[in-house]
């Protein structure tokens, strides 16, 4: 057991946490969207317009606030006009990027913006620069958010849909350097300021475009944008994206659900790496734009294990354990000490792919360890972070710190997260209150055997808990067990 002291000031501010901080990922890949997400209306699974009813419970239940789709790499090869009108008619294609097999475009914008409403988040598009055309995407944004008399919002009102959506977030372009086309950041930035110019604010909707940002820890990629995003004292994108995958080894990823302690020390010391990404990408991105008017959008993170047996290796099906959970609660404590200049994050992705909150299979729903993350980390939302700090040290003989914490303020109500990474030992924390009145404290708590997960036949096997928690003479006092993350409340 370990004795733990940890402060919080409440009245050291130190950046807003927008609710986006907290967004997901829908790509056309394996079973995220086809056979999860949409199963057809003519489903015996219950649906709205195609849509799974428990799934959108699900993500309404942890607030889910942004949900990026098509892609992904999927994302520079669709032709969004392949996905609207009668589905019976859709043109088909061949997803390339993720097994080969047929889209039959079924699911396409209406279908996306009516999940988004049905959730009652927000959306956010990606657009294809790729294998598209300047036309095609600004065409995308007039066809989505024109209310006036034009080619495209009649085209959309012939459609079905009278007004036009609301659209903030577009980003142009998905990996750039990579599946979006393997282009140089000094073509890239030339090639986005062209789309950005023509994708324009029609009416009263205000875009938010977000540009391809770097790859892990490609500095140069940030440092060639910044350079070049503004023109005539005018920043051309409100925000470049970052993508990091918690993978150790890409040649020998590993099982989700076996594994040593000593990969999971692995893993999780990788995913700690992007505390330093973000800190790097930031003091750049301060020289250029010390006002911080370009945010940086961490729009694909998580764990990449091997495919579960059995399943279609471009369909990236994996299982999710308490490894994950404290994966997802080491990232987002470290999303929110960013919180500054991060202003949104998406974890990859929504179901059925990679570190998913849902899994599906027939009529089957199971909420993954990562989704009850989520759940307790909601109550950030919107809140003003404030610092935060504890004692520490290193454990799995790695760079990293036994306790990752962080803590926000709203609305009178103190919340602090806090995720003890040891495989061993227990923790008592004791943690101080400056600057805030707290008069009563409730607590909640996920944890596990590390290899433990939910399953079709076992859905509730690590799930949310109650935890004992105590404040007296301003100070905060519960028990974190070992391979454990807790959410406690003060008001
Ligand atoms: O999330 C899976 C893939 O990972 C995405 O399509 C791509 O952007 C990234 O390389």
Redesign the pocket.
């Known amino acids: 057991m370990k004795n733990i002291r940890m402060v919080i000031n409440a009245n050291d501010k130190t950046g807003h946490i927008n609710r986006e901080l907290y967004g997901h ?1 829908s ?1 056309h ?1 394996g079973r995220c969207i086809y056979n999860g997400i949409y199963v057809g209306e003519d489903s015996p699974i219950p649906n709205i317009h195609g849509i799974r009813k428990d799934i959108i419970e699900a993500f309404k239940a942890i607030e889910l606030p942004v949900l990026r789709w098509p ?4 994302a520079d090869e669709y032709h969004w006009k392949n996905g609207i009108g009668d589905k019976s008619k859709r043109a088909k294609m061949v997803n390339t ?2 097994g080969g097999v047929t889209e039959d475009n079924s699911f396409g914008t209406h279908e996306f913006m009516e999940l988004c409403e049905l959730i009652g988040c927000e959306p956010y598009i990606a657009g294809n620069v790729g294998s598209g055309t300047v036309r095609e995407l600004s065409e995308w944004v007039e066809y989505m958010t024109f209310d006036g008399v034009s080619p495209m919002a009649d085209l959309r009102r012939e459609n079905g849909r009278e007004q036009p959506w609301k659209l903030k977030y577009l980003g142009i372009g ?2 750039n350097w ?2 979006g086309g393997n282009m140089t950041p000094d073509y890239y930035v030339s090639v986005y300021k062209q789309y950005a110019t023509f994708c324009k604010n029609f009416g009263g909707n205000r875009l938010y475009k977000i540009a391809c940002g770097p790859s892990g820890d490609d500095y140069n990629w940030t440092e060639v944008l910044m350079k070049n995003l503004r023109v005539n004292y005018c920043w051309q994108a409100d925000g470049i994206s970052l ?1 990091f ?1 918690c993978v150790p080894e890409w040649s020998n990823k590993g099982k989700a659900t076996e594994f040593t302690d000593e990969d999971y020390y692995t893993v999780l010391s990788t995913a700690a790496r992007i505390d330093t990404m973000i800190t790097r990408h930031s003091q750049i991105m301060d020289r250029y734009d010390p006002e911080g008017n370009v945010a940086l959008i961490v729009d ?1 993170w998580g764990t990449w294990f091997d495919v579960e047996e059995g399943t279609n290796p471009g369909f ?1 099906y994996q299982q999710n354990t308490m490894r994950d959970a404290i994966v997802a609660a080491l990232s987002m404590n470290i999303f929110n000490r960013h919180c500054g200049r991060v202003k949104m994050a998406n974890i ?2 929504v179901c059925n ?2 570190q998913a909150i849902v899994l599906t299979e027939g009529e089957k729903l199971v909420k993954t360890p990562t989704y009850h993350i989520f759940d307790m980390f909601k109550g950030h939302m919107e809140g003003d972070c404030v610092y935060c700090w504890s004692d520490n040290e290193q454990v799995g003989g790695k760079a990293l710190s036994m306790i990752s914490s962080s803590a926000s303020v709203k609305e009178g109500v103190l919340t602090l997260t806090a995720a003890n990474l040891s495989l061993e030992e227990d923790a008592e924390i004791s943690c101080e209150l400056c600057g805030f009145e707290g008069k009563t404290v409730t607590a909640r708590i996920l944890t596990g055997e590390v290899h433990a997960h939910n399953t079709f036949d076992e859905p509730e096997n690590v799930t949310i808990k109650p935890l004992e928690a105590e404040i007296k003479d301003g100070k905060v006092t519960f028990r974190l067990p070992a391979c454990s993350a807790a959410t406690v409340e003060v008001r």
Not at 71 to 74: A, K, L, S, T, V
């Open positions: 990922f790509e890949l892609g992904g790499c999927f990027n993720w998905n990996e990579g599946c993508h995958y694909e990236l990859a992705q792919v990679l």
